[in-house]
């Protein structure tokens, strides 16, 4: 049984599961019907891109490569990109019940705020401070996030 299928619960009869490893959307109780409408609601390869991009887009911004504008109370702000969206909507309608969606959320949450941090730290003059921020808990944050978008693809039975 996967991590995520752990935190979600998705099995009630995992004592039984002749093959534990194997996470499926019929863990979510979920037919494959409803599996294939939260993966066509979601592209979860793009947002876990969107996601790993970031880092390089705050660290461009950071060395001052980069011609991109960041408003911090934006950036702070879980629900304006695609994943916060369908996080908030579609998402919470299909899965808000299991525990491990939440832990998605907050970690989403949180990821936004560390990138929000850094910009905040940058405007105040403190590179060193945001750079530090950037490589531990805004990279940190970034890491669950992933995981947990990977985990919860495997979940559905995505390839």
């Not at 093959?19 to 019907?33: C, F, M, R, V």
């Not at 390869?45 to 109370?73: M, Y």
Request: hydrophobic fraction near 40%; charge should be negative.
């Amino acid at each position: 049984m996967g991590f995520f299928s752990r935190l979600f619960n998705w099995d009630d009869k995992q004592a039984v599961d002749p093959e534990p490893s194997k996470t499926s959307a019929s863990e979510l109780g979920l037919d494959a019907h409803a599996a294939s409408a939260v993966l066509a609601e979601i592209d979860v390869d793009s947002a876990i891109a969107a996601h790993e991009n970031w880092k390089l887009r705050l660290t461009n911004h950071l060395n001052g490569t980069s011609s991109e504008q960041f408003d911090p109370a934006v950036v702070c702000m879980d629900d304006r990109c695609d994943l916060g969206k369908w996080l908030h909507g579609a998402g919470r309608e299909r899965l808000g019940k299991y525990p491990a969606f939440s832990v998605l959320v907050a970690r989403h949450k949180y990821f936004h705020i560390q990138a929000s941090t850094v910009l905040l730290q940058k405007q105040a003059g403190d590179n060193e401070a945001a750079e530090k921020t950037l490589n531990s808990s805004f990279k940190h944050g970034s890491n669950q996030v992933v995981l947990l978008l990977k985990e919860l693809k495997r979940g559905l039975g995505a390839s």
